[in-house]
């Protein structure tokens, strides 16, 4: 399988890749072919002599699938008789993923609040699911464009966003009531479940800005205090288990006393 791509489309790639720190992958193979097309571009963008006198085998970046035909400024990349789907698409996704005009526009957008809010949100629910722990742990210097791609567009990380972009269904210092059904967990990032006594019927809002730590409906989460009770300690609640708090109606006979 035989491809060609023009000169800018590599020095696009280039520019994206040394933007982005040039990262490693867990691919030898895939880190030999990107070390071999930036030697390529330093080659060729030096001179057309540079690039044929230094690229062969001697070269210590050197890589059979890759050459560059200095007449018509195109790279060209033959995987021989190989004609299969991960081959055939290798480079054109290291193209995709280090674009460096996404790139440069992603290392503007992460200057933002939103996406530091965005980051954060998504970065507590992971870490309550055990997914993606190494982007999160790199934190938001060194995400790429590809791997908030794979973060916040999964499924998972849609609802969990629109959660907390929904406006609150319950004011700060409201009180609520819980529903017949609830769940609770006693730490900000719900990793102590405990039941909830059924004689608390009142509940005050702290803050209904806590982590998010589910992708259901009604994620949105509140720290609370209970109302009466066996309980005072405060602990956190998904809006899906709370409900308006209704004044309970008194019997006739004690209102006409």
């Not at 963008?45 to 059979?64: A, I, Q």
Request: aromatic share 14%; net charge positive; charged share 30%.
């Amino acid at each position: 399988m035989i491809r060609r791509y023009s000169f800018e489309t590599l020095d696009n790639f280039v520019m994206g890749y040394e933007l982005s720190g040039k990262p490693l992958t867990t691919s030898n193979f895939h880190n030999a072919m990107l070390s071999a097309l930036c030697r390529i571009h330093y080659l060729v963008l030096n001179s057309d002599e540079e690039y044929e006198n230094y690229w062969n085998r001697s070269d210590k970046k050197y890589h059979s699938w890759l050459s560059f035909d200095t007449k018509q400024r195109e790279l060209i990349y033959d995987t021989g008789n190989r004609d299969e789907e991960w081959s055939n698409t290798l480079l054109d996704g290291f193209f995709k993923q280090f674009d460096h005009r996404v790139i440069k526009k992603f290392e503007q957008q992460k200057k933002t609040q939103e996406f530091k809010d965005e980051f954060k949100v998504v970065s507590e629910y992971y870490g309550t699911q055990g997914y993606f722990s190494r982007i999160i742990t790199d934190g938001i210097d060194k995400i790429t464009a590809h791997d908030w791609e794979r973060l916040s567009t999964n499924k998972y990380a849609i609802k969990v966003l629109a959660a907390f972009h929904s406006k609150p269904q319950f004011k700060v210092g409201e009180i609520v009531s819980p529903r017949a059904s609830r769940e609770i967990t006693t730490d900000k990032y719900g990793r102590m479940s405990k039941p909830l006594y059924h004689d608390i019927d009142k509940l005050l809002i702290l803050s209904s800005t806590e982590p998010i730590i589910s992708a259901r409906k009604g994620a949105k989460r509140y720290k609370v205090a209970p109302v009466g009770g066996k309980s005072i300690q405060p602990f956190w609640i998904e809006e899906a288990f709370l409900k308006k708090f209704r004044r309970k109606k008194q019997p006739m006979i004690e209102w006409i006393k």
